[in-house]
């Protein structure tokens, strides 16, 4: 069978499973909306449906949430930066990555949900936005989207591209159709070298992937973060801080009793409090309350009290300046089997990091904390405990982990600086149309 034909037919038996399967979509939409209500609404994005006019954008970049939208934030803030004449397209899959873009770049960007993989919908997709350069961000690999963007002309890259061992494993049943696949990107700009052979395992050429580093090093920090902190100190006063970052519902419990653990040890130490979805705000507070501690959120008092020993930050996109708030922090998604959440937004604030064992999706980044002296490691939520009690009550070692972990996001910057190089000719080629060049006289 040729190699044209395998594809075909490879792809006529994917699609045909995703449209039997649509019925699950709409039923997994409902149930997300039980939980979180902004799931019931824009159902029209997901499949692709639009009542506007055709809006063409000159970059798409695909950040499937939040993480990947913190992620691609230098870079969509340097494409705005440096080609504001460009009309940038963010699409996202979830509610809190939709807030999250909104809450970065507002009207500056134009957004929408990318639809199911479904063709009939990414042809409606990519008919009604005409992309001329699309960035996936980390591990989106959706086959008919990839297909048709080469269908349609489209260069795509795959950027701060990471593949665990686990997702390699995962995609074992759809591997013959993702190697064809990923072989119809422009390239691949892997986070680390071990991402890199993960990719051309799954089934890329090896020419197509080229090593950038990660763009979370070059992550923004506003100066106005050292202002909140300072203000969160004035009013909060000298007493112990630590939070609990990115957590699960598995962790919840493991929270509270580690915070009635220490207390026992600093009864004046307040817990900040950052669930991983915001569906789990209220059980982090109701969780608080049944355990008997003062408990406040950032919605309803803005800033905690002396009688609160936990504060619940039950809002998007603070996280960092809250870190920098803590003298030591739990990244959750790390006590269960999750995979850890990001340990460079704790090492960037100078906040001593704590985690539990199931670090596989930032593998690199924590082998590289771990060498340099700068992150501790539970092995379960006592040993997490034991952890975080001995730097609350070890200013001096505190000191010497922050330090590190500060020198090695310094160290690993340059992920963005070799990223747009990367992308650079699809770009000049985008200037150079005469739409473009038109608005850049402008």
């Known amino acids: 069978m040729s190699i044209l034909r395998t594809e075909r037919v490879l792809r006529a038996l994917y699609s045909a499973l995703l449209y039997v399967l649509v019925p699950v979509t709409v039923y997994h939409l409902i149930w997300r909306g039980f939980r979180q209500a902004e799931y019931l609404h824009r159902w029209s994005e997901r499949y692709a449906v639009y009542s506007s006019e055709a809006l063409a954008a000159t970059v798409w970049v695909h950040a499937v949430s939040v993480g990947e939208v913190n992620a691609a934030a230098p870079l969509i803030d340097a494409l705005l930066r440096e080609r504001p004449h460009h009309r940038l397209l963010v699409t996202t ?14 009207d500056r960007v134009e957004h929408v949900y990318l639809p199911y993989d479904l063709t009939g919908a990414v042809r409606r997709f990519l008919d009604h936005y005409r992309p001329r350069l699309g960035l996936i961000v980390e591990t989106e690999l959706w086959p008919n989207l990839l297909f048709c963007c080469r269908d349609h002309g489209i260069p795509v890259y795959i950027v701060n591209a ?14 013959p159709l993702l190697g064809r696949a990923l072989r119809t990107l422009r390239g691949v700009a892997a986070q680390s070298a071990d991402d890199g052979r993960r990719f051309v395992r799954l089934g890329a050429r090896a020419e197509q992937v080229v090593v950038t580093g990660n763009l979370k090093f070059d992550m923004y920090v506003d100066p106005a973060w050292a202002a909140f902190v300072e203000d969160f100190r004035a009013r909060v006063g000298p007493r112990p801080v630590w939070i609990a970052a990115s957590t699960h519902p598995e962790e919840e419990a493991a929270v509270v009793a580690l915070h009635r653990r220490l207390r026992a040890r600093w009864p004046d130490l307040l817990l900040l409090w950052a669930p991983r979805h915001p569906e789990r705000f209220r059980a982090a507070v109701q969780a608080a309350i049944d355990a008997g501690f003062g408990t406040a959120t950032r919605t309803l008092t803005r800033w905690p009290d002396a009688g609160d020993a936990v504060f619940v930050i039950d809002t998007l996109g603070e996280l960092l300046r809250y870190y920098g708030c803590a003298q030591a922090a739990f990244v959750g998604g790390s006590l269960q089997d999750i995979g850890g959440h990001n340990l460079l937004e704790p090492a960037a604030t100078r906040t001593a990091i704590v985690t539990g064992p199931h670090l596989h999706n930032f593998a690199d980044i924590a082998r590289q904390l771990q060498r340099a002296g700068a992150m501790r490691i539970g092995q379960d939520a006592d040993g997490v405990g034991d952890a975080l009690e001995a730097l609350l009550a ?14 090695l996001v310094e160290q690993g910057r340059g992920a963005l600086r070799r990223t747009l190089a990367l992308v650079e000719a699809d770009l000049a080629a985008i200037d150079e149309t005469p739409a473009v060049a038109a608005l850049a006289r402008d």
């Open 394 to 407: 070890d200013p001096g070692e505190r000191a010497r982990m922050t330090e590190a972990a500060a020198a």
């Open 93 to 106: 899959i979830t509610p809190t990555g939709s807030a999250r873009v909104r809450a970065l770049w507002g």
């Open 162 to 175: 990471r593949l665990s061992a686990r997702s390699l494993r995962g995609y074992r049943t759809l591997r």
